[in-house]
Nanobody, 115 residues
């Protein structure tokens, strides 16, 4: 059974940093393209960042470029999202997505940026 478990979300002040983690099991992690999505209240889910299987290529939404960094550790079956210079508009539930044969989703982790 495939499981993606996100963690690391919490309340943080504007300008602060957080690192989200997504631990995967039940799939060939090193073959999976991994994406982070987020969904704010009343808005559609949006793609935040994407990383290739080997981690050599990553892509970002314009809204987070230069502030967020996606990385992966295939030995630990884990992907990370380092978020710096957080803004209130980054407030959302963040979801991990793995694409290998089909799409798999985690349950999400809440990030709230507020003073």
């Amino acid at each position: 059974q495939v499981q993606l478990v996100e963690s690391g979300g919490c309340l943080v002040q504007p300008g602060g940093s957080l690192r989200l983690s997504c631990a995967a099991s039940g799939l060939t992690f090193s073959s999976a393209i991994i994406k982070w999505y987020r969904q704010a209240p009343g808005k559609e889910r949006e793609l935040v960042a994407r990383i290739t299987t080997t981690g050599d290529i990553s892509n970002y939404a314009d809204s987070v470029k230069g502030r967020f960094t996606i990385s992966r550790d295939n030995a630990k079956n884990t992907v990370y999202l380092q978020m710096n210079s957080l803004k209130p508009e980054d407030t959302a539930v963040y979801y991990c997505n793995a694409l290998v044969m089909r799409n798999y989703w985690g349950q999400g982790t809440q990030v709230t940026v507020s003073s």
